[in-house]
DNA sequence: TACATATGATCAT
DNA sequence: TGATCCTATGTAA
């Protein structure tokens, strides 16, 4: 489930869990067995999200990178309970809990450079203390693609993800295929403000919840039974929560989005 | 048992 | 735009 508040949430989790102290570091599938061996033994200096990126410091110079693309996943477990089967291609053990990585799109050790061309490229973090709206407006309004495309763009923003974009679009009433260019300011801030909002949620349930509290009847965001917690994704044909419409759906920047024809008109 | 699908991204055409 | 990579899961056959 690996949009931004996914890695932000695994940055903070592996820190509490693994740093300050000697790492074990494995490679039980295989691919990555070289990596591991460099890592096994040494210290866990910190840990850092920047949008869907994974980072790990490790004392020696070790830098840690790890992209779980779409079906990468971390698995945490006690050390106490079995070692889950599968193919895991990364095992990180601390003093009482283990990290196993399976499915990643990315999982090596790679060079400051390297690091330094990945933060580089990516548009500001809506998790990122600092991370300045005024600059995803600049380059969200740069854009002629959809803005439903521009939200997937990680240079535009970093971290949005194919729930976040139609979520985001459905609660701030944008239509997904107008062009990017044609959002005014306001419009462009507040987009921003909506996914500070919705990822820093996301965050701290460790789940995509956007429901809002009215419509959720006294439910904390928490409790919101799955099948209930989003607008839009997913529900294609499914009356909206907010005015009943039937739930469009089409493919816009490669992926499936969903959007309500009333809530999102297509004029500006 | 096979196939479709998935909250991602890249590369070839 | 389509093929491809990584793995798990749910549904169909």
Redesign the pocket.
Known sequence: ???GH?IHRLARDQRRDLAGHLVRASSP?G?FAVGAADLDGRVLLGTEAR??HLFHHYEGSRLLYV???????FHRDRLDEPARL??V?LRLEGRAMRWDL????RCDLIAVTEYEQIVSDLGPDPLRRGARAADFVTRLRRKRAPVAAAL?D?TVIAGI???YRSELLFLRGIHPARPAATLDEDEAHQLWDEAVAQLRLGLRLNR?VTISAEDRYGRAAGRVPAGERLYVY?RAGLPCRRCGAPIERAVLG???VWWCPIDQPLRA
């Open positions: 489930m690996p949009e996914t599938q691919r949008g869907k992209h779980l693309g779409l079906i990468g996943k599968g193919e291609r399976t499915g990643p799109m997937l990680q993800g194919n729930v995509i997913q490669a992926r499936k």
